[in-house]
């Protein structure tokens, strides 16, 4: 067995060669042993790389302080943020010109990766090379949905999770407690959210709050614009009511598949999901079918709703504001079949056009970025960073004991929520499929119809099944 | 001589544009394979074209916001210019400060619109609100999203068309307008016979912003996406999606010919309305 088999096994690669930058850093962990792997993380000093990533908080942390890095490898890394659209524009271009320009990617599962998988290094070439450091404590310290998720197409390993955004039930704790009785009369249950909640009673919850209150205008907002944030918050109606975009559309969602098979967005219980969603649609405040999830985090911070789903990285606004210590957050609630939290974190990525050292180079940024050290920096940092993808940050003593009482890491008031949310069972995912643009677009564009043009959900979904059918056969359309 | 510029030309205009023609009769994708892969359709990218309903859905959308743009912004930038050619004291104050909006980048303007019709705390939807005029989300519907960014592109390039006309009425002869007062011309008599017979720089204006009318982008881009419902979903807006969403670049050329025919198509329209007046030669 190879020492790097061996560390890779025992969970003890970061002691060994990964991370000597800990101490530089004050992470404070206390790993050690850090001397042994000086010169693997030198080797490429001097050089400079390019890492291009969607405008989120993980990489607006990572970019703030990027001195560790540097000092650790002597590597200079530039960071471009931009928005998701432009970046998915930017990289496609990037690999279509063969240029490398930039040499690591933030690899958005179904924007990025799928449509381009075949551009990205196989992470597993570097694992097994014995001159560069290994993944601290392994990958299988990674919650092993998002490992999937974030990381695989296929068999093989092209990024590694970074983010982690995931969609749960975010709702006003103080306007629930305060009418908590009142409402249980009324409703005749405990609206409290809970793992017995129910879509159903989501909706009559959100009518209450309409009809009996003055603390806020509406019971419920959702993300409804025409936009990619309207076929999220759909899915997680859609996958609880046990409808899903392919037959195997949990497993697409996981690996990946180049033929996904044929749509099943027909079936009765994607139909019976359509109708719910609307139905709730109604009576969420009127804003919601033009808010994305920028849009709701601002209206829900506003006071605007009791509650709704949203990406639990919001909350890291909302929790220094005026509703800190007032935001309760559930698992969303469940349909016939299930609960699903739509999972929407990103893996960072190699581009294979890089020449070779530059892609070792950027193998060194991803292990970097990535560990745990890197992840409880992100937690803590002022700019606001992301929720850890690694099971042992969550282990961490100090971010244990920041959950209760909250202090300097606000996105960790979220963790019982979000650990819940990314079970197997729980997780929801969408297809990873090399047409998901062309799909989603027609998706979000089909129940945009259904829910302010006046299309009958039976019509939307078997409309936007016939339009994906031919999507994924590769035939070209203007939606 | 006229070598290099010949070879400037060539390179910068019509290579490309062969480039796109080629682009247009190939499945050209990003899609699978390791690079950009194509292979020879002939003309199916263009009889899919003519049989796609999402094609025809956006020049649809395409010509009633032409019409309605273009149309507010010519009858506005008149108006405008009439009234500061009139204005004696700080008509430069007034002229700067009407001129402001088009010198703001499109993405903002959607951006700025977009804040102030928000439904939580946008201006213009609270006034809308509270005056009892409109109390719906104004995005969250398809006609008064379409009227919103109709108006966020005539607030934009009024200005343009503004300058323009002022420039032409600049070049009246103020004598010729002090007869006709003396003769006893009425105001209205005055702007039909004499001004706007003159000022043939808004036909002109009209030109400029008929091709910027036809790749309008930004504004719906940042404001509604193309929906809700795909109400505002102009044509370059798919040409977008289906260049650099989808990453189907044969079909995505294939679009972009047929808007460059229709623009070549107005521009002569409005050329031969130039020429006809003998105002080009």
């Given at each position: 067995m190879t020492r790097r088999g061996f560390l890779r096994i025992t969970g003890a690669g970061l002691a060994g060669?990964?991370?000597?930058?800990l101490a530089g850093c004050g992470?404070?962990?206390?790993?050690?042993?850090?001397?042994?792997g000086g010169r693997e993380w030198k080797r490429f000093s001097g050089m400079t790389i390019n890492f291009i990533s969607e405008n989120t908080a993980p990489t607006s942390a990572i970019a703030a302080n990027l001195t560790p890095f540097k000092k650790l490898t002597g590597i200079s890394v530039t960071i471009q943020q931009l928005e998701l659209t432009s970046l998915a524009q930017r990289v496609a271009l990037d690999f279509g010109s063969h240029s490398?320009?930039?040499?690591?990617i933030y690899a958005d599962?179904?924007?990025v990766m799928a449509p381009l998988?075949?551009?990205?290094?196989?992470l597993k070439e570097f694992m097994e090379d014995s001159s560069l450091p290994s993944v601290p404590k392994g990958?299988?310290?990674?919650?092993p949905t998002q490992l999937d998720a974030a990381g695989h197409f296929g068999d093989r390993l092209l990024a590694l999770p970074y983010d982690a955004p995931t969609m749960i039930w975010c709702y006003r704790k103080d306007l629930f407690e305060k009418y908590h009785n009142r409402m249980q009369e009324d409703l005749?249950?405990?609206?409290?959210?809970?793992?017995?909640?129910t879509w159903e009673q989501y909706y009559r919850i959100a009518k209450w709050f309409n009809d009996n209150?003055?603390?806020?205008?509406?019971?419920a907002g959702h993300?409804?614009?025409?936009?990619d944030a309207l076929m999220c918050d759909f899915s997680n109606v859609l996958w609880a009511y046990g409808?899903?975009?392919?037959?195997k559309g949990q497993k697409v969602g996981k690996l990946g598949t180049t033929d996904p098979g044929?749509?099943?967005?027909?079936?009765p219980e994607a139909i019976e999901a359509a109708k719910l969603y609307k139905k709730l649609i109604e009576i969420a405040h009127p804003g919601s079918t033009s808010w994305d999830w920028n849009d709701l985090g601002e209206a829900f911070g506003a006071e605007e709703c009791a509650m709704c789903p949203e990406w639990h990285e919001f909350a890291a606004a909302w929790e220094v504001g005026s509703l800190k210590g007032n935001i309760g957050y559930a698992r969303l609630p469940k349909g016939p079949a299930r609960s699903a939290n739509h999972y929407g974190g990103t893996g960072i990525a190699v581009n294979r056009y890089a020449s070779e050292d530059q892609q070792k180079a950027a193998w060194l940024f991803v292990v970097w970025a990535t560990s745990p050290e890197a992840q409880l920096m992100d937690l803590k940092s002022s700019v606001g960073g992301g929720t850890p993808t690694r099971t042992s940050v969550y282990q961490m003593p100090e971010v244990k004991h920041n959950k209760?009482?909250?202090?300097?890491?606000?996105?960790?008031?979220?963790a019982p929520a979000v650990l819940e949310a990314w079970e197997p069972q729980n997780i929801g995912l969408r297809p990873k499929i090399p047409s998901w643009n062309q799909c989603d677009t027609i998706i979000y564009s089909q129940v945009s119809q259904m829910l302010?043009?006046?299309?009958?959900p039976e019509d939307a979904m078997r409309d936007a099944k016939i339009e994906i059918d031919q999507a994924v056969k590769g035939v070209p359309s203007a939606i | 001589m006229m070598l290099p510029a010949l070879v400037i030309l060539t390179a910068i205009s019509i290579l490309p544009l062969f480039y796109i023609i080629w682009m247009s009769l190939n499945n050209l994708?990003?899609?699978?394979?390791?690079?950009i892969s194509s292979h020879w359709t002939g003309l199916g990218n263009w009889g899919l074209m003519f049989t796609d309903p999402g094609v025809w859905a956006g020049w649809l959308a395409m010509v009633i916001y032409f019409i309605a743009t273009v149309g507010l912004e010519i009858i506005l930038g008149l108006v405008a210019a009439l009234v500061i050619h009139e204005v004696v004291w700080g008509k430069n104050l007034a002229l700067s400060l009407i001129l402001i909006?088009?010198?703001?980048?499109p993405v903002i303007v959607g951006l700025l619109g977009r804040f102030l019709v928000?439904?939580?705390?946008g201006l213009y939807a609270w006034v809308l609100r509270e005056s009892g005029i409109y109390g719906g989300n104004i995005l969250g519907g398809s006609v008064s999203a379409f009227v919103a960014v109709v108006l966020m592109d005539v607030w934009e390039w009024t200005p343009l068309v503004a300058l323009i006309t002022l420039a032409g009425l600049v070049s009246i002869q103020p004598q010729i307008l002090e007869a006709a007062k003396v003769d006893g011309a009425s105001y209205l008599e005055r702007l039909r016979h004499i001004v706007l017979p003159s000022i043939a720089g808004i036909i002109v204006a009209l030109l400029i912003r008929s091709m910027d009318a036809l790749r309008y982008f930004d504004i719906i881009w940042q404001a509604?996406?193309?929906?809700?419902?795909?109400?505002?979903?102009i044509i370059p807006l798919r040409l977008y999606e289906s260049a650099f969403?989808?990453?189907?670049l044969g079909y995505a050329a294939t679009i972009g010919l047929l808007m460059l025919a229709v623009s070549i198509l107005v521009a002569n329209l409005f050329t031969g309305i130039l020429r006809q007046r003998g105002l080009l030669r």
């Open positions: 060669a990964s991370l000597p930058w992470g404070g962990s206390g790993s050690s042993g850090a001397s042994a490398g320009e930039y040499q690591v599962p179904y924007q998988h075949d551009r990205f290094t196989d990958t299988g310290d990674f919650i005749g249950f405990d609206p409290i959210p809970s793992d017995s909640s209150q003055d603390d806020v205008p509406y019971g993300q409804a614009k025409q936009h409808g899903d975009y392919f037959e044929p749509s099943t967005l027909d079936s209760n009482p909250l202090t300097n890491m606000p996105n960790i008031v979220t302010t043009a006046g299309k009958n | 994708t990003l899609l699978g394979g390791t690079g909006p088009m010198f703001i980048a928000n439904p939580t705390y509604t996406n193309g929906g809700p419902a795909n109400a505002t979903k969403r989808f990453f189907h």
